[in-house]
């Protein structure tokens, strides 16, 4: 077997030196009655090839969103990743290397990571930001657990345009965990206050901008209903894209920011993994999850970095731990780095304008369409629509023609009436023209 | 030739003393932040300008820049190239981590994931487009449902951590189900951290439980600990002293006649794969780390996945979307409805880590089944040569065999002024990272070492020669060296106190690096 | 002079007056390391006997500081927050933990003296 070194006289020789007569003999501690004497009943080895030839086999049957004309978002967006970044994270010493808690041996990923908390602190307008979480999804449930610890309660009110799989992410911590929260219902046109819910229980208010349906909206007046009640103001970005252009959660007074970051420098990859961002104000640093890489100097008195205020983490406190996080999502936060070092400040604006223009152009386009109505005064790069039949079939007729035509809101609510006939449709900079053209046209059809 | 040693030495210490006019030294290139290097107009990528239109942001516009440093494409691959040289990793050398697994990560890997059928799919495609994408996990699952010998696996976890939580949170909807209001759960002294984090977030009181002077839990205390009000005992199998719990049938029957649940923490399920099958030893749950186990790369601390088995009796309770399969193909269950009415919901975004599946995929069938129980047979091999090799230089902790992993602890530096960190911290000026210290908890200045069966006999042999010859001179009295290691690397000892003292989490403009860490 | 008293958590105890002056000793200072935090109590909270009052973290690890006897949190040390140090410095004198009002005097009667709790941490190697 190509990844195993030892050959068989190696293998009697380290027997020998042990003094056992078989491998066997070394799993003794294990009751005889649950050894295998053969293999499980699975296929056998097989060379690069024949595995490269089966997981394609496996490839070959899905439609590559690139290769179609694709308007999806609702948390998860199709963006361009230059080829440096690809490359980057694929060099041995980043891809094969371990959580960097030797600083000595590690100073690549830590001063990466240290990089990683300033950009993400930098676009989400907060003072700091940790190394990362899974996604954003358990990034905002980890946040509302935050909000419980700061404040002591044990409240949660959760915005209608909270994209659903954080709100069920959110919601299932809160059964096991034990703390309440006020789920709001699914507010496509997103006039819902929730200021007047905020009350002396009130840990936090979890609202996102863009939200869900892609309004836009300044959150400035319930940041300070927030605060005069002495709860947290918790704020969603599921497209990183966004900060590029929209006012950041920092400047409206959240004091937690928790956002998915897969638009900078990571693939689609069908979901996952994905990199969460969490941010928040310093004087919360003590309450925050996750790790975070800090700066020092070493016994020659050189600048250097190290994982610091490790006594929050799960392996010093145990079950006293902010979270129970330990593995987070290195890789893809690297990714974002090296991604977001290429934009600076410049094309990270850039890109932002590009998506922005790119979906007011595909907005006005698919709104001149018979039967679909915008249901958005405001968006960054996605919107919802109002189709004058149920989205899905309208969807899957689109994707025969090779339009990825975007999100129906019943793949979220498939029991709500409400919901049935919206579509929520993303515009990225890896839209073309004819991209557009093509949605519009296949929509016009498919609804005569 | 002592003259020659004479001139290295007083070289290297002239060396350490600093000074070369860039701060370089030779292939160890000071590399500032991203941040030093911002120069504006210049810029990474080149993006077209913005069609006109009129905005749709409702006033809402970012007031001032970001902030972002402006680079070029070159400065930034040097940049992270640079950064990427101050690292050690399995590509570069034996990485001894115990619990950890560092195996070597197949490229094959790499390239499958990377497939645009795979990584260029969005989750929310309809589901006619993406039937390759769910028929390659449900060939994972059944590929661990095998392994395991257990009936059903939640995929979505994204880590181990993530995994334990998953599992822990069936076994609370289990008990709910049942009526049942059971708080405590049991942890041995020996478990990884996760576990009591894990079981506090499900909303338990975490109860430990001693081990026996054989290193293994002490079945008599954890029979007198049982009792009515017990949920779940979280087991580590092989446990974190790199040993086979033996005892534990007698273990899952205690633990199931007290109407408990057993949680396995399968981080270590690389010392078993293809030789034994988790269900058959009692368990109920078991997460399994694919980026230990299955070779999914650890990327400097993540992505991982955290797949969880579980055995009949936690099934219904699994975390959404669930996998199915009919007549029509393969679909995806979202809702908590019909056969998924008793889920406990939603763990994360989307489907789970599918680049991992990807990945641990590729692995597995690169083995096949026979290759996998040649790598659980390798991994205890090699760790039982390390524990043969060693015995006499280093204190073991507990005799052998071991599985995957070797615990020794320091008793063997008593006296030397050489702490198990020093020694460590030699290691590294050896070409070595260093194995894990300090864990598990029940030893004293614990060193656990995980080789895998990814390492060649030749290499074993340097590394036992290298720590052979380090207990040497500690015995032989040198603790300053030790103390004053690693001296080769980028940097030496850091300043950790200071770090967490005053925390400095970001760069800020304005601020000179040293200054701001005092 | 002052009569000071030791726990066995390696908290200090000095009485003045109805109220007492708390921190930790120089054997649990040396144990720990370097602090880097300290968590304090709210001035105003009723603390318990043995029951969890602050916390002590050095790099590696934390450490509850248990409250050596029942009573009010009148005053706490807000200078550790900005030098922690102080702790390993000054154990007895500038790292002081907190001043409690005593709310059961027999309480003290439960505490070591001096010579009881070295032969305490005599008896710990």
């Known amino acids: 077997m190509r990844y195993l070194p030892l050959t068989d006289a190696d293998r009697a020789a380290m027997l020998a030196a042990i003094g056992a007569d078989s491998v066997e003999a070394l799993f003794r501690d294990v009751p005889r009655s649950a050894r295998l004497d053969r293999p499980v009943d699975l296929p056998r080895a097989m060379g690069e090839l024949e595995v490269e030839r089966a997981l394609a086999r496996m490839a070959a049957r899905n439609m590559v969103a690139g290769a179609a004309a694709g308007f999806l978002g609702a948390g998860v967006y199709r963006h361009h990743v230059p080829a440096a970044v690809d490359h980057l994270i694929q060099r041995g010493e980043f891809l094969t290397s371990y959580t960097p808690y030797q600083p000595e041996v590690s100073q690549g990923t830590l001063q990466a990571l240290f990089e990683f908390q300033t950009q993400v602190a930098l676009i989400t307008g907060m003072e700091v930001a940790n190394a990362s979480m899974y996604d954003g999804a358990t990034s905002c449930a980890e946040a509302v657990m935050m909000a419980n610890r700061v404040t002591r309660r044990h409240k949660a009110i959760l915005a209608g345009d909270v994209h659903p799989h954080y709100r069920e992410t959110t919601t299932t911590h809160a059964r096991f965990a034990g703390f309440e929260v006020v789920a709001r219902d699914p507010d496509p046109a997103a006039r819902d206050d929730l200021a007047p819910l905020v009350d002396g229980d009130t840990a936090c208010v979890v609202v996102q901008n863009p939200g869900f349906f892609g309004h836009v909206r300044d959150f400035s007046a319930l940041a300070e209903a927030c605060h005069r009640a002495g709860a947290l103001l918790v704020v969603i970005v599921t497209e990183a894209v966004s900060l590029g252009l929209v006012k950041p959660p920092g400047e409206m007074g959240a004091d937690i920011v928790a956002a998915e970051g897969q638009s900078i420098g990571n693939p689609l990859t069908f979901g996952g993994p994905h990199v969460g961002l969490f941010a928040t104000r310093e004087k919360f640093v003590r309450q925050m999850p996750g790790r975070l890489a800090g700066q020092t100097v070493d016994v020659e008195g050189r600048r250097g970095w190290v994982l610091t205020l490790s006594t929050r983490e799960q392996h010093i406190r145990r079950e006293k731990a902010t979270s129970n996080i330990c593995t987070n999502s290195g890789l893809c936060a690297l990714a974002f780095t090296i991604h977001m070092a290429l934009l600076g400040d410049a094309g990270f604006t850039r890109l932002a304008e590009i998506n922005h223009a790119h979906a007011v152009m595909l907005a006005e386009r698919l709104a001149a369409v018979p039967g679909v109505a915008l249901f958005n005064d405001t968006f960054f790069n996605e919107f919802a629509l109002r189709l004058k039949r149920p989205a899905a079939p309208v969807v899957e007729a689109l994707a025969g023609r090779g339009v990825l035509a975007g999100v129906p809101a019943s793949r979220f609510w498939p029991d709500r009436k409400d919901m049935e006939d919206l579509l929520i449709v993303a515009a990225t900079e890896t839209n073309t023209e004819e991209d557009m053209a093509a949605f519009a046209q296949g929509l016009r059809e498919v609804l005569r | 030739m002592s003259e020659w040693s004479q001139a290295i030495g007083a070289f290297g210490r002239q060396a350490a003393a600093a000074e070369t006019i860039s701060g370089n030294r030779g292939l160890m290139i000071e590399e500032p932040l991203l941040f030093e290097r911002d120069q504006p107009g210049r810029c990474g990528v080149d993006l077209p300008a913005p069609p006109p239109v009129a905005d749709r942001l409702g006033g809402l516009r970012r007031g001032g820049p970001t902030g972002l440093p402006g680079l070029s494409e070159p400065q930034v691959v040097r940049h992270f190239t640079r950064l990427s040289q101050k690292n050690y990793a399995i590509d570069t050398g034996l990485y001894p981590l115990g619990s950890c697994t560092m195996k070597h990560n197949p490229r094959l890997n790499e390239k499958l994931a990377r497939l645009p059928g795979f990584a260029d799919l969005h989750p929310l495609q309809p589901i006619s487009t993406v039937q390759g994408a769910l028929e390659l996990i449900d060939t994972l699952a059944h590929w661990l449902k095998v392994l395991t010998g257990m009936p059903a696996v939640a995929l979505s976890p994204a880590a181990g951590a993530h995994g334990e939580l998953c599992g822990m949170m069936c076994i609370r909807a289990a008990l709910d189900a049942r009526g049942e209001k059971r708080t405590r759960v049991l942890v041995p002294e020996s478990a990884h951290g996760t576990n009591p984090a894990t079981a506090a977030a499900c909303g338990f009181t975490v109860d430990a439980i001693p081990a026996n002077a054989r290193g293994r839990v002490d079945l008599a205390a954890l029979k007198a600990k049982l009792g009515p009000d017990v949920a779940a005992i979280m087991l580590t199998n092989p446990n974190t002293c790199g040993l086979f719990e033996d005892e534990i049938l007698s273990i899952a029957e205690a633990v199931h006649e007290a109407g408990a649940y057993f949680y396995c923490d399968g981080a270590n399920f690389n010392a078993i794969v293809g030789r034994v099958r988790p269900a058959d030893l009692g368990i109920d749950g078991m997460h399994i780390n694919l980026h230990k186990t299955f070779s999914t790369p650890h990327g400097g601390g993540g992505p991982g996945a955290g797949p969880v088995v579980l055995a009949q009796s936690l099934a219904a309770f699994a975390p959404l979307p669930w996998l199915v399969h009919d007549q029509n193909g393969f679909r995806l269950v979202e809702q908590a409805q019909g056969a998924a009415a008793q889920t406990l919901g939603r763990l994360k975004g989307n489907h789970g880590q599918m680049g991992m599946f990807v990945r641990a995929l590729a692995y597995m069938m690169s083995h096949g089944s026979d290759g996998l129980r040649q790598v659980s047979s390798d991994a205890v091999l090699n760790a039982n040569y390390l524990l043969a090799e060693l015995g006499d230089h280093l204190t073991p902790s507990f005799p052998g065999p071991c599985m995957h992993e070797v615990l020794f602890d320091d008793r063997f530096l008593e006296g030397t002024g050489v702490a198990t960190l020093d020694f460590a911290k030699a290691l590294i000026d050896e070409g070595y990272h260093p194995m894990t210290m300090y864990f598990p908890l029940v030893v004293h200045g614990a060193l656990l070492m995980e080789p895998t069966e990814t390492e060649p006999k030749e290499g074993l042999d340097r590394f036992i020669a290298v720590v052979k010859g380090l207990a040497q001179r500690a015995k032989a009295g040198d603790a300053a060296a030790f103390r004053a290691a690693p001296r080769f690397t980028p940097r030496r000892r850091l300043d950790e106190t200071a770090a967490a003292r005053k925390p400095v989490l970001r760069w800020r403009p304005g601020e000179a690096g040293r200054e701001a860490a005092e | ?125």
């Not at chain 3, 009010?72 to 390993?88: F, H, K, T, W």
């Open chain 3, 1 to 125: 002079m002052s009569t000071v008293k030791y726990t066995k958590d390696h908290e200090w105890v000095r009485v003045e007056g109805d109220t007492v002056v708390v921190g930790i000793t120089d054997y649990a200072q040396t144990q720990l390391g370097d602090v880097v935090y300290v968590e304090l109590p709210e001035v105003g909270r009723r603390v318990q006997k043995g029951k969890e009052a602050a916390v002590v973290e050095s790099v590696k690890a934390a450490s509850e500081v248990f409250a050596p006897i029942s009573g009010e949190v009148i005053a706490v040390n807000a200078e550790l927050s900005g030098e922690p140090g102080r702790i390993n410095s000054d154990p007895l004198g500038q790292g002081w933990f907190m001043k409690l009002r005593i709310a059961d005097p027999k309480e003290m009667d439960d505490l070591m003296d001096e010579t009881a709790y070295n032969g305490f941490v005599e008896g710990l190697h």
